[in-house]
């Protein structure tokens, strides 16, 4: 079986609709969502009943719990809290009922999932360094840890005593002797420079991984964050991939 795996919608339909497409072409059968499935963008309603659907294991993210007000506003900086309140302001009783149903860590063999780090998931800390993920390895026993929150896709792998390195290939295979920590990037808000949503695949009999860029409409998701008033900055970072 195939398994599709993403993170960081971010309330951008265009491109969640961009990767379920592909993801579906792919043959995925079962979906597995690292949080931050709202904030940012102006579609947080649309993008949970269709995260619902998949009915896969998704990880609560911190604008998740933002949108609920398990997390402070005063934890996000100010375009962040500005698309929060908005956000606030969309969501059905039965949407916060959702969001308020994730859990902060899952786990289907061989991955553990958490949004931010295993090492402190309630604490919303960055992975982005190599010295950083080698250090969260000692925080998970499956094979691999899936993480999300830096919009940021790498693969750092770690065998037994030698140091951790970073993956370059875009295919895989998960070996059972490694453990991995993989950041799958950002489905709706990607930050690398590269404007085109992430996501990847796990093939569950070849163990191999393979990770994908897509191009969706930007101009349509920019068009509906200025139509709904959030700040300029959230539309404009799309087209960069900042
Ligand atoms: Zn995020």
Known sequence: MKL???????????????????LEKEGVGSYLCCGDIVGYGADPCPCIERVA???????????????????????????????LGWT?????ENEV?????????????????VHSSPSAPRQWEYVFM???????????????????????????????????????????????????????GSVGQPRDGDPRACCATYDTKARVMSTYRLEYD?????????GAGLPEFLAERLAAGR
Request: proline share 4%; hydrophobic share 40%; aromatic share 10%.
């Open 218 to 226: 930007v101009v349509r998701a920019q068009d509906k964050i200025r």
């Open 130 to 184: 190599l010295r950083d993920a080698e250090a969260e390895m000692r925080y998970f026993s499956s094979n691999a840890c899936l993480v999300g929150h830096s919009h940021y896709p790498f693969v750092v792998e770690k065998k037994g005593h030698s140091p951790a390195r970073l993956l370059r290939n875009r295919r895989f295979e998960v070996r059972p002797d490694t453990k991995y920590l993989v950041n799958v």
């Open 4 to 22: 599709g795996i993403f993170s960081d919608v971010h309330g951008n339909l265009e491109a969640l609709e961009a990767v379920l497409g592909f």
């Open 97 to 113: 009922s959702y969001l308020d149903s994730l859990a902060l860590t899952e786990e289907l063999d061989p991955f553990y999932m």
């Open 88 to 92: 606030i302001e969309q969501l059905s």
């Open 53 to 83: 659907q998949l009915r896969g294991p998704v990880v609560a993210g911190n604008h998740d719990w933002g949108a609920i007000g398990r997390v402070s506003p005063g934890e996000f900086n100010s375009a962040a809290r500005t698309s």
